[in-house]
């Protein structure tokens, strides 16, 4: 996730953005759908998404969503691979993994500088 989506998610947008939890879950998957209900989505919101949606078999916005996703991932993919070119060495990172983890992600940029230098 990124983009205003990802800004709301972290409470740096007060407004969330166009696209509903609803929408978005095909693309950032389950997980990030309980959450969102969990944290973010009282039942009346979550009646009304599914009263607007019911009996919907698409929705051109997701598949825009979808395309636009698609796009991001395959230009951050060759700009990764433009930066392995020129000899860096492109570590990925989650908001999870720095959350959740820091000490891995520290002795994993640790471990890339040891074996550089």
Do not use: I
């Not at 007060?14 to 973010?40: I, S, Y």
Request: proline share 5%.
């Amino acid at each position: 996730m990124s983009g205003p989506a990802a800004a709301f998610w972290h409470r740096m947008l007060d407004e969330p953005p166009t696209c509903t939890v609803l929408e978005a879950a095909p693309v950032a998957g389950p997980r990030f759908l309980d959450r969102a209900l969990q944290r973010h989505v009282g039942f009346a919101e979550l009646h009304a998404a599914y009263c607007r949606h019911m009996g919907a078999r698409g929705n051109r916005g997701m598949g825009e969503l979808l395309v636009a996703c698609a796009d991001r991932f395959a230009a951050d993919r060759r700009k990764g691979n433009a930066l392995g070119t020129a000899g860096w060495v492109l570590l990925r990172f989650t908001w999870a993994d720095l959350t959740g983890a820091p000490e891995l992600v520290v002795r994993r940029v640790r471990e890339v500088l040891a074996a550089a230098a």
